[in-house]
């Protein structure tokens, strides 16, 4: 079974701080990984989305990491701004079609 | 822009009631899903749809059922609400199954009293 764990659960940063966030999965057999970001109380927004063939992808300050064999993903957010603060949440698609998400990473970004 | 609305943002229902849960998409997209959110459970599956009249079962389809009659529009359905039932609940749609990356609304908060 797909387990999806994210690390921190929390991250409190002053702002213009470059920071990581960490995504692993336990099953190496999966066709992408997408980062989402998330406000209180609303929708998910789609940040980065890598195929099982790609090793990263960037976005404006995000760059998205993804090594399948370690079962490992990072987002990396440069010059942190306090409109970053957000939920952020991994999810792997399986290859049956289905997609696990991880719990988050609540970050804070401190002006 | 895709885009994915939901009807409400915010429900209350009593324990009992029929509760309707609507999703459109605006992409033409084929395949629509329902997930809820809990606090420390994250993300779960509930149904999802490859095309117009068809519906798989997620992880946790129990007291729910779905209805797609057509292509943009994927309606979640809760038979008899209970208070276990008082969620997020979270709509999301994919152009195909090549494709794959998903696209959500803005949630519903329900409750369910």
Same mark, same amino acid.
């Given at each position: 079974? +797909?387990?999806?764990? $994210?690390?921190p659960a929390a991250l409190s940063v002053p702002e213009g701080e470059n920071l990581v966030l960490n995504c692993s999965f336990t099953d190496s ?8 970001? $998330? ?14 063939? $790609?090793?990263? +992808? ?5 760059? *998205? ?12 957010? !440069? *010059?942190? $701004?306090?409109?970053?603060? !957000?939920?952020?949440?991994? *999810?792997?698609?399986? !290859? ?6 991880? *719990? ?8 | #822009? @895709? ?6 943002? %915010? /429900? @209350? ?12 998409? #605006? ?10 959110? #809990? ?5 779960? /599956?509930? %149904? ?15 007291? %729910? ?5 057509k292509k943009e529009r994927f309606s979640l359905i809760l038979e008899s609400a209970s208070t276990n039932q008082t969620s997020m609940y979270l ?6 199954? @090549?494709? %794959? ?13």
């Amino acid at each position: 079974k +797909q387990e999806v764990t $994210q690390i921190p659960a929390a991250l409190s940063v002053p702002e213009g701080e470059n920071l990581v966030l960490n995504c692993s999965f336990t099953d190496s057999a999966i066709y992408n990984l997408q980062w989402f970001r $998330q406000d209180p109380g609303k929708g998910l927004t789609s940040l980065l989305l890598i195929q099982s063939s $790609q090793r990263e +992808q960037t976005s404006g300050r995000l760059n *998205a990491s993804l090594d399948k064999s370690s079962g490992r993903s990072t987002l990396y957010i !440069a *010059a942190s $701004q306090p409109g970053d603060s !957000a939920t952020y949440l991994c *999810a792997v698609r399986r !290859a049956n079609n289905d997609m696990r998400f991880g *719990a988050g990473t609540r970050l804070t970004v401190k002006p | #822009d @895709v885009k994915v609305t939901q009807s409400s943002r %915010y /429900l @209350v229902k009593r324990t009992g009631e029929k509760v309707f849960l609507e999703c459109v998409q #605006d992409m033409d997209h084929e395949n629509m899903f329902w997930y809820r959110q #809990d606090p420390g459970l994250g993300l779960r /599956l509930i %149904y999802f749809s490859y095309d117009v009249k068809m519906k798989e079962k997620g992880d946790i389809p129990e007291g %729910y059922s779905v209805s797609r009659e057509k292509k943009e529009r994927f309606s979640l359905i809760l038979e008899s609400a209970s208070t276990n039932q008082t969620s997020m609940y979270l709509c999301a749609s994919t152009k195909d199954r @090549v494709s %794959y990356e998903q696209y959500f609304g803005p949630g519903t908060r329900l409750t369910v009293t």
